[in-house]
Nanobody, 120 residues
Framework: QVQLVESGGGLVQAGGSLRLSCAAS????????MGWFRQAPGKEREFVSG????????RYPDSVKGRFTISRDNTKNTVYLQMNNLKPEDTAVYYC?????????????WGQGTQVTVSS
């Protein structure tokens, strides 16, 4: 089993950047496909990005494509989310997730979340 802890959230102005980190402990992270999700108040949780075990494949929804970049360093058991050109609609709690399953919407392990607030 893996435990996940996110960091790097905060308050940023529109157009700014943030980099989120997710540190994994317990079972080694290379066993897992990793992902980032977000949830804004009153909205459903949304898939933001995903990356395969060795980083060979990444996936983004259209809402963040070209602005967000997911990466991972298995030697550091850490996955990152670089967020550029942030918009107020990116405001949400961001969660790191891990899975050993094959589908992008099937994640089993979750962090506690980190708040990202983008001011206009």
């Amino acid at each position: 089993q893996v435990q996940l802890v996110e960091s790097g959230g905060g308050l940023v102005q529109a157009g700014g950047s943030l980099r989120l980190s997710c540190a994994a402990s317990g079972r080694s992270m290379f066993n897992y496909r990793m992902g980032w999700f977000r949830q804004a108040p009153g909205k459903e949780r949304e898939f933001v990005s995903g990356i395969t075990r060795y980083g060979e494949v990444t996936r983004y929804p259209d809402s963040v494509k070209g602005r967000f970049t997911i990466s991972r360093d298995n030697t550091k058991n850490t996955v990152y989310l670089q967020m550029n050109n942030l918009k107020p609609e990116d405001t949400a709690v961001y969660y790191c997730a891990a899975t050993t399953r094959g589908a992008w919407d099937e994640f089993d392990y979750w962090g506690q979340g980190t708040q990202v607030t983008v001011s206009s």
